[in-house]
């Protein structure tokens, strides 16, 4: 009797120590080392998300002030998202020329691009409304429209395209030069053969103050001025320079005729897959990254001036624009009514 007793107290005791096992067994998993309790172990693996990775084309040189504002904008997205977003910059065309990034843009399999204004125009008529000639009495002027709410409105036109826009980047004004004078007023353009792109409102613009259009690729210039097939042509600063125009045109009137600006867009697709709270993320980073933009494209502009002027260019400074705008009337009698409406937006 005495021996089943201690049986059944050994039992009692071997139970217990099962049972108390089990117990601590379950607040192991979150204890650390210290004993102290760690119950945000769990949540924070949640957190955890993957990253998606997007691509932006750009067809300009990985210096360039596009793609130096693109990589801004990457950056604003990714901090902005917290890191659930990153965009990988494809500089040098790599992905292809403008009109391919748009059509692929459009499918969805490029998500981002910066492409210019102009061909834009295909798929709303109205932003050609920003390459009319001396449309804003100022830089100032122009980007506080384009960087606001009509400039907002102006790109929610490309909405049913396939494309949305993001935000506008600069391109810098475009000026006449030629080979054979000083050009200080619309009078001064008379006679003068003035390479042009092929399009009606470029050529529009040029017959109206006195010259002779010539629609003209870009890559033939060089030659043409060299020999004499043209006078003048007409470019930024940037572009003036690099293309080695100034060599064989020295005459460069800074006035600033016309500044079709750049645009950055991401895919449609891409847009309606985002939350609310990381469409409203992309849209401030577009919109900050501007700024960086545009003072990259100054510091650009004031070098390449700089270095015609040392090389022997003749810049012509035109502060008032009134009587070049005056000479231009036509050409807003013959485009102006289609653009009243941004017209009068952009200019009020």
Known sequence: MKKKAISLLMLMLFLGVILAACSGGGESDTTDDTGENNTEGSEGAEENVETVTLRLAENHPEDYPTTIGDKEFARLVE???DGRYAI???SGGQLGEESEVLEQVQLGTIELARVNAIPLTQFSDQIGVLSMPYLFEDEEAKWEKLNGEVGQQLLETLDGSGLKGLAF??????SFYNSERPVATPED????????????LAIAIVESLGAEATPMEYGEVYSALQTGVIDGAENNFPSYYTAGHYEVAPYFTVNGYQGTPEVLLASQGLWDELSDEDKQAFTEAARESVAVQREAWAELTEEAREA??????ELTE???ISEWRDAVQPVYDQFGEEYAEW??????
């Open 169 to 174: 980047y600069d391109s810098g004004e475009r």
């Open 308 to 313: 015609v002027v040392e090389a022997g260019s």
């Open 88 to 90: 990988e910059v494809y």
């Open 318 to 320: 035109v502060d008032d």
């Open 79 to 81: 901090e902005k998202t």
């Open 343 to 348: 017209i009068d937006k952009l200019t009020e």
């Open 189 to 200: 353009m008379s006679g003068l053969q003035i390479r042009v792109q092929s399009s009606d």
